[in-house]
């Protein structure tokens, strides 16, 4: 075949990659039915890996979703006043841009869209089972498949787990006696009641959080009274957040160029915080204090400006932004109380000093379970080994990716992965990556299952373990980075290009490929 026909196959092909990419998935000469391949979960890191998957050829794929549309966190966080932290063009897949974002820092109904358009780009709707929520994933070592239980006892099988349940899909109810005795109206703000009406209403919110900094500058003039219980406070920077102009939206479009050089600025930008996080946290004064500037010169109360600044060194919690949220700590109708809750009754919330503080609705902006990995899963590998049972020091992954003793079971979003200082979306990628070539890995072993050595794992978390020590996380206070021994099981220590080093490629050394009946040595 001359070169001149080469190139202009080449030419078709990334147009037609261009106009329709679902369309060129679909029409690949060979695609690859085998593995069968199971995701659980349809946030970025499942939606991501399908269509990642999908465009090296591999068809025969199952998203299983718990709920009856896409998105993860963002479907499930409607609270008011939702967003993001991490740059809009930074809090998206390379391979998918996205010109014309509202802001700097998406909503969460925009980026919602921005997902379900993928679903509808890269086809992914044909391979998405909705309302399946999977309650059991069982390795069956004499076949060398996984068999998943749905929550209305369906069984499936394939050779291939993938789970993409994210950190933050199952929200932490605060630990109270008497939750269960309020009358008046309570939820958390993962699952907001958006049918009932805040007006004029006395409401008690417990948790200062990254969602609750979002919602209560929301609703903070809509009630009567707000009685904000705090634990512990927040270090709270200004957001650089403005809405995009429409020339800038044209200019991203147009200038394709532009725009992938203001995503790289922005990738630098956010890098170059890890220094502080990881090495230098003697860097972070420098925030501490314009935190502080801010807080003095929006807060005029001068019991709430002590109680607003934090007793704890900077970035051992997460760091939060917003540039709304002193403005309504200041406001006459909130009410910061650090008294400590004792119990809830019928009509409100008592403190230990026995303050008894009446209120119609009781809003839990306290977080998520983020140290709990895949629960409420059960989730048994070779020999009828539990995760939990291996997780009963802390949970531990390979390259955050496998677990030695689950066999063909890839974890995105899994133990150590989390950043504090960019987007996870970047070590997402990096994980797709290291997945699609550990499928590569198995075409060369048919029939087999590939089982990460437990050496191999024990000297990995070894050193990420040694990396966090001398990190700004380990400086003493509760965080949610934190597991119920005390052990960081969230973040990655280090930068994410490391990341990106350390997944670069897969070696098979560090795996065991066991066949049908074998038993590992």
Known sequence: MSSIRLTYIRILKQKDHNNNAGHMIMSQASLREHPSILIIGSGFGGLGMAIKLKLAGFNNLTLLEKA???????RDNTYPGAACDVQSHFYSYSFEPKHDWSR???????????????????????????NSEVQEAAFDDKTNQWSVTLANGEQ???????????????????????????????????????????????????GTGASALQFVPEIASKVKQLDLFQRSAAWVLPKPDRPFKRWEQTLFQKVPAWDRLYRYLIYWKNESRALAFTKFSGLLEYYANMAKREARKQVTDPAKLK????????????????????????????????????????????????????????????????SEFLSPIRITGRGGKTLNEAWQNGAVAFKGITVSGFPNMFMLYGPNTNLAHNSILYMLESQFRYVLECLEALEKYPDSAMDVRQDRQDRFTHVVQQGLEDTVWSSGCTSWYLDEHGRNTINWPGFTFTYRFATRRVDTADYQFLYPGQTAG
């Open 156 to 206: 499936l099988t394939a050779n291939v787990l993938i789970t993409a349940t994210g950190q933050l899909n199952q929200p932490a109810w605060p630990n109270l006696k008497g939750l269960d005795r309020f009358q008046g109206k309570m939820f958390h703000s993962a699952r907001w009641d958006h049918d009932y009406d805040l007006s004029d209403k006395r409401v008690a919110v417990i």
């Open 68 to 74: 009856d549309r896409v998105g993860g966190t963002w």
């Open 104 to 130: 700097k820092f998406g909503l969460q109904r925009e980026i919602l869209g921005y997902m379900e358009h993928c679903v509808q780009k890269y086809r992914l709707g044909s391979h998405i089972r909705f």
């Open 307 to 370: 109680k607003i600044i934090p007793d704890y060194k900077i970035g051992c919690k997460r760091i939060l932004i917003s540039n709304d949220w002193y403005p309504a700590i200041n406001r006459p109708n909130v009410n910061l109380i650090t008294d400590p809750i004792d119990h809830i009754d019928e009509s409100g919330v008592i403190t230990h000093e026995g303050h008894h503080h009446e209120v119609d609705a009781i809003i839990c902006g306290t977080g998520f379970r983020a």
